[in-house]
């Protein structure tokens, strides 16, 4: 018997005490400093509670119980859902500050006949019989201009002729246009970004020529949610607009928006991911991001009204009572999504698609794919990332995105590490406050 190698130990921020969380036996608890040292040194007589919970255990059974759990993962990921992107441009009317695809060059072109109908005729040969939605995706996928409205809306009857939800990913200028296209199908949700109050939003994500677009973009939200349609807000954060978010909690707080059950936020960090930032100073490592994040809720706890952080499982554990299933494989590139575009390529996810080199075949005119690269992406998880096999965070981690390890490392199977123990001490200080622990 000894202490669990998954155990994950993390101090719980701003107090002396310290959270235990064991994702393969399924257990989390708050402990002393007493405690853990009695864990760490069990002796000859460990602590029943501390076998029974799986903190301590016998290295065969646990083994046993890891095989287990991943056949168990293998079986549930071969089941779930797929999220299939198409992309119909790379091009896009914005002139954001941060624009990780601006090195792309993209090029107009009209769709050629027969594109939309050999991108749903081979959806099946990627996906099997498993269920699966679209999401449209760019560039920006809602233009302006006849042909391209037009395409879209052969493109969403297609979607509703196949039974198949959609998700728009759009920056929201257009909503107004297209709203009314989206009514005969099921929409998914349309997720829209806004980086902020009014004068912020409007600073970094400008149209091009330089007009405004934040109350464009307002407008196109209230349309959405007035229609039906669930939206997810989405904001990119860096150091340049942290500072503006409890403002821009309040404000949509105020225009009622948190309070419908179709609406949820998400907050993306802005990072390098393709070529290098020309603003490096106001980029955020995963850890400072959520460390500042940390110390804004504490003083403006109105931001958890507006958005929920995370913090690895913290959030999970509060909401549910219990801990998410190991986490064998954090990057569903050509597992559960794939990208395709309207060039005929396809591509294993949205962290790739459109850059070159990236492309994995064809769908049109003709179906190529290159077999050998989809089998390194769809072997990727912690078992075949040498760095995670001795890592007490793997089932929390995943072996994070392989599409930034790869620009990190050169390599798919490397490491995209998260500070695991360092959210877990975040969150349960933000969702387990002292005086409701026991």
């Given at each position: ?20 969380v ?24 460990p ?18 119980r ?14 779930e ?15 954001c500050?941060?624009c ?35 999401t ?11 042909d ?44 829209v ?18 007009k ?37 909690s309040?404000?949509?707080i105020?225009k ?45 706890p ?27 494989d ?5 597992k ?32 190529y794919?290159d ?29 994070g ?38």
């Amino acid at each position: 018997m000894r202490p669990s190698p998954h155990n994950i130990v993390s101090e719980v921020t701003g107090t002396d005490l310290f959270v235990i969380v064991n994702l393969l036996s399924g257990n989390a608890d708050l402990l002393t400093g007493e405690e853990l040292h009695m864990l760490l040194h069990p002796g000859s007589s460990p602590c029943e509670e501390f076998v029974t919970k799986g903190y301590i255990a016998d290295e065969a059974q646990e083994q046993q119980r890891f095989r287990m759990a991943y056949l168990d993962f293998l079986d549930q990921r071969e089941a779930e859902e797929c999220q299939i992107f198409f992309v119909p441009t790379w091009l896009c009317n914005f002139d954001c500050s941060y624009c990780y695809q601006a090195p792309y060059n993209p090029v107009a072109g009209a769709f050629p006949p027969g594109m939309a109908d050999a991108f749903f005729s081979c959806l099946n040969s990627f996906t099997g019989n498993r269920k699966k939605y679209i999401t449209l995706f760019g560039g920006e996928p809602l233009l302006a201009g006849k042909d391209h409205k037009r395409f879209i809306e052969l493109f969403v009857s297609q979607c509703a002729a196949h039974q198949l939800d959609l998700a728009v990913v759009t920056n929201g200028y257009q909503l107004d246009q297209y709203a009314g296209l989206f009514s005969d199908v099921s929409i998914r949700e349309i997720q829209v970004t806004l980086d902020g109050t009014e004068s912020m939003h409007n600073r970094r994500r400008q149209h091009k020529g330089g007009k405004a677009t934040f109350q464009r973009i307002v407008d196109g939200i209230d349309q959405c949610l007035s229609m039906g349609y669930p939206v997810n807000l989405r904001v990119v954060i860096d150091r340049e607009n942290m500072g503006d978010l409890p403002a821009f909690s309040r404000f949509a707080i105020e225009k009622g928006w948190t309070g419908s059950p179709l609406f949820k936020t998400q907050l993306g960090r802005n990072y390098e991911l393709h070529h290098c930032h020309t603003s490096q100073q106001k980029l955020y490592s995963r850890l400072t991001l959520y460390a500042d994040l940390y110390k804004m809720i504490r003083e403006y706890p109105e931001i958890l009204s507006f958005h929920r952080p995370a913090f690895s499982v913290s959030r999970f554990l509060a909401d549910n009572g219990y801990l998410p299933p190991p986490l064998f494989d954090a990057c569903p590139a050509c597992k559960s999504e794939w990208v395709f575009d309207h060039t005929g390529a396809i591509y294993s996810c949205t962290a790739t698609a459109g850059k070159p080199g990236e492309q994995l075949g064809t769908f049109f005119p003709d179906m190529y794919l290159d077999r050998e690269k989809v089998s390194k992406w769809q072997k990727r998880d912690v078992l075949t990332i040498s760095g995670c096999r001795e890592c007490s965070l793997q089932l929390a981690c995943g072996g994070g995105c392989g599409a930034v390890a790869k620009n990190n490392k050169g390599d798919i199977l490397e490491t995209d590490c998260r500070p695991v123990k360092e959210l877990l001490g975040m969150g349960i200080a933000t969702y387990f406050p002292l005086s409701n622990i026991s």
